[in-house]
Structure formats: structure tokens, C-alpha cells
């Protein structure tokens, strides 16, 4: 059992940040119970694409929240969970009569966990967007990509999974261990512009002191610096460089054959030169002929894997990073041992009930016997 496995979830189903981070909590053994629309409940679960690996771990109920008893039971099972996720625009869950007050009345105790890409305030909460958007606004995607050409889009890791979900994740946990030391929980507002801001604190921190620009491609991180970025090799592959500290710097320089007096690392007049100078030496090998060079040395050189040669490599077969399908599996590791990532399932509205009610029984008649709460293994609500 996960470290969250005490913790009952209801998710409303939704795309980007909610789904996510459903997954992250059912992955560290939270009880989720995804919260479908009706009509396409089994298609959410098994069909649609990504769902094998983003709605793991999950039961999912179909729900007619324009039905008064759907809605009721649906209430029933907010009530006698820890937290709510969702991933409406602002007002949406108040017009279905699910909105932060309506649950709070019934259940005090419940973290209501919101995520938007503008926030639930502010002149835009209202628009839409999407991940390129909130990165846009955020000032996190003029660094993105090569001087002189369009930004380029980071996939949607950082706006939805980074920003949204995973914050949305730290603050629900957060809230919900305020919530049983005080009997109150907490509306959480996670917006995806204010999340990914928050992750370029060092760059903020670097401007103020006068060692970031915003020129992109011009800084020690963004590709500017010759000894941080990638290269072309002559097979058409590419190699990483990450060799920052001046020890790791030196083994670059020795597997290159580059005399250290000719390549002064932070001379930034000489950064151009020297990008072209080690680009012209990585053109001239096969990617995987330089990771064999460099291998077991300090100078920070990894080939750029695919995404199907990243499943194959020892590192990750030896820690189990994706399992036999080619999924990734869960993470972080607790005590040296991965989660099996639990399968979707579905339940209807009704048993869904059924079993909150039972596992209720069980909880009180445990109490009643003085051995503390007891809760069944197992996705469910």
C-alpha cells in the first residue's frame, strides 16, 4: 500500500493538470474516484489516448450531474472523501451546485482542489487557453528555444503537468495535513501562469544580480553557454552536454582533445567561437561512438534518446522506469520499492455509494473497538 493510502479522493474528469494529478495520487495509493460524464464514461477510461497510463489507478463512475440524484449522491461521496480536484473555468462547479460553499456546508473537513490555467481571479480567469498560452503570459516561454527564431514549445510538461498538476498535488497535501489537525479545509486556487512564474525564481534571482539576460540563447542554461547544450554528431544524433562545475568542464575539454589554455570556460566573448568549435568536433563522430568515450567520465556527456530507446536503456530496465508496455511507472520510489501502477476500472454511481457507506461501517465499528481507522485496499471511493 501507497503513503496515501489512507487518503479518499473525488476527481471531476477533466483534461491536462486534473487528470495528471489524479494519477500522481492514485499512484502513491490514494483512493480516487473519477467522476465521468455519463455518456462516455468507458470511453474515458479504455479508449481514449493516453488513458491507459493517465487514468491508471482510478474507478471511474459515470455521473449525470444534471440529474437531482445523481447530483445527491454525488454530494454523498464528496462528503465522506478528503478532497475534491477539479479543473473547470472559474464558476462552472458553482453553476452545477458543486461549488466550494455548497460542499463545505456539507462536508467542513474538505480540501477543494481547483486548477485553471489563469487562476480564479483576475481579468483573463474567464478566457481560454492552454498550456502555450499560460507559458506565454508567464514570461517562461520567450526563453524557450533558439536567438533569432519563434519560441519553442517545451511539449506540455511545465504549464500542465509541472505548474498545474503537480502544484495543485503539494497544495491539496498540504491542506489536507492542516485539515486533520483542525477540522478545516482549504480552497486551493492553482493556476498554471502563477506555478510556472514560480519556477523561474532562479532566473529572477540570476536578472537581479545582473547574470541572466533576456536574450534567449545568450545565458548559462538556455543553450547559450557552450559546455550546456546539445550537438549534432555525424550520424544525425545528438549528445547533451551538462558540464557546469570547472572539474566536469576539464573532462570535456580532455575527451575532446582540447588544450584547457585555448578554452577559457566563462569568458563569455569567446562562448560563440567555442560553440562552433565543439560543434564541429561532435559532427565528426557517431553519437553513440562519443556516450562510449565519455562513459564513467565527469564530463557530463549523454546521447539524446528516443523516446523507444529510452525504454531500452540498462539504467532505466535496472530501476524499472517503464513497465513491459513501455509506460512509465510510478514515481518516486518509497523504501527502495516502485508502485505497481494499479489498472482503470468503473463502478456506477450507485455502488459507489454502496461501498462508501460500507467502508463508513468499518471505519466506525473499528473505532468502536478502539483499533483506530481501518481502511480496505484498493481503488474506490
Not at 558540464?243 to 575539454?253: G, V
Not at 568536433?281 to 568515450?293: E, G, K, P, Q, T
Request: include cysteine.
Amino acid at each position: 500500500m501507497g503513503p496515501l493510502s489512507d487518503l479518499r479522493v473525488v476527481e471531476f474528469d477533466g483534461l491536462g493538470p486534473v487528470t495528471f494529478a489524479g494519477m500522481l495520487l492514485a499512484d502513491m495509493g490514494a483512493q480516487v474516484l473519477r467522476l465521468t460524464r455519463a455518456a462516455s464514461a468507458g470511453a474515458a477510461v479504455f479508449e481514449e489516448v493516453g488513458g491507459a497510463v493517465l487514468h491508471r489507478g482510478r474507478t471511474a463512475v459515470a455521473v449525470d450531474l444534471k440529474s437531482p440524484d445523481d447530483l445527491e449522491r454525488v454530494l454523498a461521496l464528496v462528503a465522506g472523501s478528503d478532497a475534491l480536484i477539479e479543473g473547470f473555468r472559474p464558476g462552472v462547479m458553482e453553476r452545477l451546485s458543486l461549488g466550494p460553499d455548497v460542499v463545505a456546508a456539507r462536508a467542513p473537513a474538505l480540501v477543494y482542489g481547483r486548477v485553471t490555467g489563469w487562476g480564479q481571479t483576475g481579468p483573463m480567469a474567464d478566457q481560454v487557453g492552454h498550456d502555450l498560452n499560460y507559458l506565454a503570459l508567464s514570461g517562461v516561454l520567450h526563453a524557450m528555444g533558439e536567438p533569432g527564431r519563434p519560441p519553442t514549445p517545451p511539449l506540455n510538461l511545465i504549464g500542465d503537468y509541472a505548474a498545474g498538476a503537480q502544484g495543485l498535488v503539494i497544495g491539496l497535501l498540504a491542506a489536507v495535513l492542516e485539515a486533520r489537525r483542525t477540522g478545516r479545509g482549504r480552497v486551493i486556487d492553482a493556476a498554471m501562469t502563477d506555478g510556472a512564474a514560480q519556477l523561474t525564481g532562479l532566473f529572477a534571482g540570476l536578472s537581479a544580480r545582473g547574470l541572466w539576460t533576456e536574450a534567449r540563447g545568450a545565458n548559462l542554461l538556455d543553450g547559450g553557454a557552450p559546455f550546456y547544450r546539445c550537438y549534432a554528431c555525424r550520424d544525425g544524433g545528438f549528445v547533451a552536454v551538462g558540464a557546469l562545475e570547472p572539474r566536469f568542464y576539464a573532462a570535456l575539454l580532455a575527451g575532446l582533445g582540447v588544450d584547457p589554455g585555448e578554452a577559457p570556460q566563462h569568458d563569455l566573448s569567446l562562448w560563440p567561437a567555442l560553440h562552433a568549435r565543439f560543434a564541429g568536433l561532435f559532427a565528426a563522430a557517431d553519437r553513440d561512438d562519443w556516450a562510449a568515450r565519455f562513459a564513467g567520465t565527469e564530463a557530463c556527456v549523454t546521447p539524446v534518446l528516443t523516446a523507444s530507446e529510452a525504454r531500452a536503456h540498462p539504467h532505466n530496465l535496472a530501476r524499472g522506469v517503464f513497465d513491459r508496455r513501455g509506460f512509465p511507472t510510478p514515481a518516486p520510489v518509497f523504501d527502495g520499492v516502485r508502485a505497481e501502477p494499479r489498472p482503470a476500472g468503473t463502478m456506477t454511481l450507485e455502488d459507489a455509494v454502496a461501498d462508501l457507506r460500507s467502508r463508513r461501517s468499518e471505519t466506525a465499528e473499528a473505532a468502536d473497538q478502539g483499533i483506530g481507522r481501518r481502511i480496505r485496499p484498493g481503488s474506490g471511493p
